[in-house]
């Protein structure tokens, strides 16, 4: 997956002039996940460089170049330290297009290794996609597959709305499926194929992972894989909906395959309460309530701060989203 | 035990030297045109260093201009500032007017600060971005922005470009390079270099100017506008106004020192404090700028002294925190009536002229009230539709706006 | 409000040494909303005093000043501008006691005006609490009259964990029943009497404000006044529950509640994506499944920034809460 | 067309000095330790102007001590700072060994920064409160704590006081004021400030000391800390070490000026640049600004000037963005080698001493990792218990904590 993220940006950088790339340690030095490797010396030092270590300010810089016509894309290292730039990105960059009747916006995309089983602790594994997602006027992208990260990523530099866009860092160089003592590449995946040029998956689309007829099991990023995974081993029959985009969310897809299986567990990492898996359920049953058969299971992160040694028993395992799966059809 | 003693035993805190019942006293300037020179303009920014602790002044006490910052401007153009800002200061009367009488939810003046964005902007060129705070609305003026257009963003009528989604004074006016103004206070002044850079990046011949308030100064965004546009030598003009007041908070709790200025010089930017009441200095200090910013050298940081003579807003009442008098024992006096005074001094100009000028603008500010309002004002009505709440909030309507969009025209109030 | 919010802080300051205030203009002129007047005049300006316009600052000497054996009360001046501290208080003060293997713990209250109904527009109108419920280690309160105002800020001030504490803006000198151009005092109302002494209101336990036995309608700050006069004119008999406290929730009173009425209508004036009604709605749905007879609605803030002119299209109306509860009632 | 140029044309963009490849080349320092006096402990900060913009040493190249800022300390008192700082160069090698092995999922050590922490909390007063960043743990040394207890925190066994909650070397130690160690950069720089500000409000002695990174000093926190420093007068040491490096940036990168010093003279702090790797020239600064807050005066803003000779953390490759030999040309060498030569020239050490001192502590590291990991390793176990994730999120654990405790032991995977 970093060589499809670079892919995309190189793709970017090339079709469009306006692109520009900054971000910590993505310059000469690639990124500290090598996602922007030797962009720098392909395109240029001022279209690909270093900033100071201040996420506020980087966000407030890409902010004004977006207003000025340029599409900045930057980076935030860890998604855990985009919340210096809180401020500027929910009351600035999201609404400056509604404030200024139209006459600005801003076109960037802030893309940011996100989630755990990386043994980060604190602050170097959390998922705060949710944060986002209650502030009108930005999108919300959460890849987990080489592939799909390329073509949603060209997709949110192209949008010329705001986008935040989540990478989930364990699964740069593999799938995750909720051993952490198996390590596997992407090679081989079906997801791990990605064309050299460019190619767009539409914000807003859902990916059905798997067709199935039994439960509809939502997931994004890592938890897709460990979803699958559990889906395999349950023995049951279920749809598995890799969500990809948070904000808008692929209502037809979801409403679709809950009408169909009547029932619905939703995965997610970040802390349960609050977490975006709340707003699904909570719209799901508005929409389906006649046609739920059981009660729309939610499988996620505790409501505690992510642990260093004990992640395993923090991230959401198969083993707990098997046992959503079950209750689910227990009626 | 007064509070002032417990404030040395434990935490040190300061308070404004004067309250209301004091007696406000101001030292008498001791800062002359004649003290700093203008530096080269390719200055290293220690070369500054006298002028952040001075005051550039071309216009004294007496009304005279002189030394190296005069910018030998003609008649024409001098005067055409004091009419913008005899404009703004009307402009301003007659809305904190129509507020007190509900056709406005709200109004910020520029009492005392007119001569700020007005001589700034006059000394740049049409092409440079300007990225105000609330305080800056003069420079509409300059770039020819209509009143009309204004008092109806104001008035939150059906007129309003922003369509009734910003509080008044909350302009935007792109056609004139005047930036969306925001209320979160500071976020302007880093977002600002990221204007600039743009422009550079294109390598177009633009500066970007910004400003912020003494007190928003303490901000996360005035040390990343000052470190951003220092790293990357953004092309950008970088204001503190030092009005002596954010709110009821004095300047001398917005930073530890009295000095705004010097504080960018340990960036490595040239730092200047100019007498913010004084039309000329500010208008030469930032063609400087400008022209540095031009030729690649980057950014040029500004404190601008002066006072608020107003009220914060119209929902604040000054006299429960300061002086009502403090404003008239403040050195540095008015910046109409000290542009006046040199223009009468100087040129042909005289009270009656001034006073004819006055009831021109009156009679202009008047017609444009009585145009705006037509079209409705926040008392009355006709508004935005409440349409434009979904509206621009993406390019393009997502479903769930739009399901909420159709609910809400289910329930409209109007 | 403003009185008895005064009156909490005289209170504490009186009772705990250890008890301090600071924030943007809250010192000598006593607050823009007045909440604080008198109270550094009485107490002296090392226990009350101004602070430079820096809400990260402000929430990072509160953070010092916390585990090194104070009990800071600050003022944000408007919620609106608590996302400059957003970093300080999501990343440091909430997780600080879990971090630290419970060695140093911040007992910050952080109080701020929040919500619309005063022409604010974008930026002195935003209801930003779920952005808050997200976070472990924070307790999250929002008001609504004066009595409970009172408790509860005393009991977030003796909280020894961090407490972010909403104050509806537009309740603090009546409450409001969905009518601009119906503007009542708190005089009469029966929730308006304050007494000068000290008392608790528990945090994590709702009110009930009003029994009834056909739909559980949740509200809190400004809509619970908005939600009382909606069920006045429905005609139909529903419990209101104002929540009080968000995290942790009263699960009792509610279930309890909804498993009683088989209905539930949740009101806020936040967007209505994310916002903590969709949380209590997955919550209750999992809870309450079998009881319910038809689906949770949320009655709550367009998904758009707050606008100025037209904010009375944005809040939401009696109107609009009178026809989700009559939805309920339709099965 | 070179990047180089581009650069020009377009954005500028400073890219570090040297680069893999490159032959690194530094001036020779011009600064001796004749060059600054004392200022009078009540100084006005601008009487610090030269300390700011020189540097403040004690050590000469040769290995010398002289000057006004000589602490004059007993052998015996260097001699102890020699030994932690050799105790946290061995500890830190075991460390990254052990990392290697898997026992540890991550570790960063202090190579060439040792004298930091050690010199400058050895000049502090016991009472006084430590707010570290990751590169500060020797003071944990001086303070005493057990080196068992910090590696059970390093490989999160059963033992880490930290519960297996943070990464490594993200101590706590609150019985030695050594405040909980915190991932995002920048933070502690303005909480200190707050630590101070409840000790003064208690009318107690103590004195915070906190350090912030080159590169982290671009953050909010930095002006906050500063600012708030300033204006409540509080009793604080801010210190910035400069090591060059974040990560894989440059600290012309962090900064449009190369000095950092400086930058707490416009707040009316006094300030200093050190010689990071002098251990009597950090010693003396710091007890200079210990006093001086002391006696209510405030901060003192300190540069700490030094390199950072190691990668940046386990898992940095530093020979992907700079010269692998850079820091030996770094003119401010090594420092613990200065400070042993210093010993040879002065006092009865010699190079046998010094090897017998680093056999006799290599023991005690080795004795200390043994008995650690008796409770432990991240390779092997066992754990803190993962109800550990659930204690202390809160002072008391909620009902939905508590419901969800209960559905994790279900689901336990140790
Ligand atoms: C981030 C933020 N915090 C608080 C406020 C509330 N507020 C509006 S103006 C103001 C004072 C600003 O003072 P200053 O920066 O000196 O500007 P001035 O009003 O003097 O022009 C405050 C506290 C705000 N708008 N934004
Ligand atoms: C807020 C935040 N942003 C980014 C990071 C990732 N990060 C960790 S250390 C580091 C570099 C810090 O450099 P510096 O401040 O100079 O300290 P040094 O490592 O040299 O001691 C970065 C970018 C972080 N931990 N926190
Ligand atoms: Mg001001
Ligand atoms: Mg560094």
Redesign the interface.
């Known amino acids: 997956m970093v060589q499809s993220v670079n892919s995309a940006l190189s793709n970017m950088l090339e079709k469009d002039e306006d692109v520009i790339l900054f971000g910590e340690d993505i310059g000469y030095f690639g990124g500290v996940f090598r996602t922007s490797d030797g962009l720098q010396s392909k395109f240029g030092k001022h279209r690909v460089f270093d900033s100071p270590l201040s996420e506020g300010g980087i966000a407030a810089t890409a902010f004004g170049m977006g207003i000025n016509g340029l599409r900045p894309v930057v980076e935030i290292q860890f998604a855990d330290y985009i919340f210096p730039a809180y401020d500027q990105i929910v009351n600035e960059i999201a609404k400056v297009r509604h404030r200024s009747g139209g006459e600005f916006w801003c076109p960037v995309t802030f893309r940011t290794p996100a989630g755990g089983g990386i043994r980060g602790g604190h602050h170097h594994s959390q998922s705060p996609e949710s944060q986002f997602t209650h502030t009108p006027g930005l999108k919300v992208v959460y890849c987990s597959t080489p592939y799909n990260s390329k073509g949603l990523l060209i997709s949110a530099i192209e949008s010329n709305d705001p986008v935040i866009f989540f990478e989930p860092k364990r699964c740069y160089r593999g799938p995750f499926y909720g051993d952490p003592h198996n390590v596997p590449t992407w090679k081989g995946h079906s997801e791990a194929e990605v064309p050299d040029s460019h190619y767009n998956i539409p914000l807003g689309q859902a990916r059905i992972a798997k067709e199935g007829t039994d439960c509809t099991v939502i997931a994004w990023g890592t938890m897709v894989h460990v979803a699958e995974k559990a889906i395999k081993d349950s023995g049951i029959n279920c749809e598995l909906i890799d969500l990809q985009t948070l904000i808008p969310w692929d209502k037809e897809t979801i409403v679709n395959s809950v009408k169909k299986t009547g029932r619905c567990v939703i995965v997610h990492e970040a802390p349960k309460t609050s977490g975006f898996g709340s707003e699904l359920s909570a719209s799901i049953q508005e929409r389906c309530f006649y046609n739920l058969e059981s009660p729309i299971e939610r499988v996620a992160g505790w409501d505690t701060p992510f642990p260093h040694t004990t992640e395993w028993d923090y991230m959401p395992s198969p083993a707990r989203i098997i046992d959503a799966i079950k209750k689910t059809q227990e009626e | 035990?007064s509070?002032?003693e417990?404030?040395?035993?434990?935490?040190?805190?300061?308070?404004?030297p004067f309250?209301p019942g004091d007696n406000p006293v101001f030292d008498k300037w001791k800062w002359s045109p004649d003290d700093l020179k203008k530096p080269p303009i390719d200055c290293e920014s220690e070369e500054t260093s006298a002028h952040s602790r001075g005051l550039v002044r071309v216009i004294d006490d007496e009304g005279m201009a002189y030394g190296d910052w005069d910018p030998n401007l003609e008649y024409k153009e001098i005067l055409q500032g004091l009419k913008h800002m005899v404009r703004l200061r009307i402009f301003d009367d007659r809305m904190m007017k129509m507020q007190r009488t509900g056709k406005l939810?709200?109004y910020m003046q520029s009492l005392g600060e007119e001569c700020i964005a007005i001589a700034q902007t006059m000394a740049l060129e049409e092409q440079d971005?300007i990225?105000p705070t609330y305080r800056q609305p003069g420079a509409q003026f300059v770039r020819g922005r209509s009143m009309v257009s204004m008092i109806c963003h104001c008035i939150?009528?059906v007129e309003?470009?922003?369509?009734?989604?910003?509080?008044p004074v909350?302009y935007?006016?792109?056609k004139g390079r005047f930036?969306?103004i925001?209320?979160?206070?500071?976020?302007q002044f880093?977002?600002?270099?990221?204007?600039?850079?743009?422009?550079?990046?294109?390598?177009l011949n633009e500066v970007?100017i910004t400003w912020i308030?003494d007190?928003?100064s303490?901000?996360?965004?005035?040390?990343?506008?000052l470190?951003?546009?220092?790293?990357?030598?953004a092309p950008v003009i970088l204001n503190v106004v030092n009005n002596h007041w954010?709110?009821?908070?004095h300047y001398?709790?917005?930073?530890?020192?009295t000095?705004f200025a010097?504080?960018g010089?340990?960036?490595?930017?040239p730092c200047f404090r100019v007498d913010g009441n004084d039309f000329l200095a500010l208008y030469s200090v930032t063609k400087w700028a400008r022209e540095r910013a031009k030729i690649?050298l980057?950014a040029t940081h500004i404190e601008i002294l002066t006072y608020r003579t107003g009220a914060h807003s119209s929902?604040?009442d000054p006299s429960?925190?300061r002086p009502s008098n403090e404003h008239e024992f403040w050195p540095g006096g008015d910046p109409i009536e000290r542009l006046k005074i040199h223009l009468i001094k100087n040129y042909d100009w005289t009270d009656e002229k001034h006073l004819q000028l006055e009831n021109e603008i009156d009679a202009e500010v008047i017609l444009a009230y009585k145009e705006a309002v037509k079209h409705g004002d926040?008392a009355n009505g006709p508004?935005?539709?409440?349409d434009?709440?979904?509206?621009?909030?993406?390019?393009n309507v997502?479903?769930?706006?739009q399901e909420?969009?159709d609910e809400?025209n289910?329930?409209?109030?109007?």
């Open positions: 035990m509070s002032e417990e404030g040395n035993i434990t935490i040190h805190v300061p308070d404004a309250r939810s709200f971005w990225f939150g009528n309003d470009n922003v369509k009734g989604r910003q509080m909350h935007t006016y792109k930036i969306s925001s209320s979160p206070v500071g976020t880093s977002q600002a270099v990221g204007v600039a850079l743009a422009s550079k990046y294109k390598q970007t308030g007190g928003a303490a901000e996360g965004d005035y040390h990343y506008g470190n951003f546009a220092s790293v990357y030598k954010a709110i009821s908070t001398n709790m917005a930073s530890g020192s000095n010097s504080r010089l340990a960036y490595e930017i690649g980057g929902s604040d429960r925190y926040l508004y935005p539709s409440s434009t709440i979904f509206t621009e909030v993406y390019e997502p479903w769930h706006l909420q969009w809400m289910k329930w409209k109030v109007d």
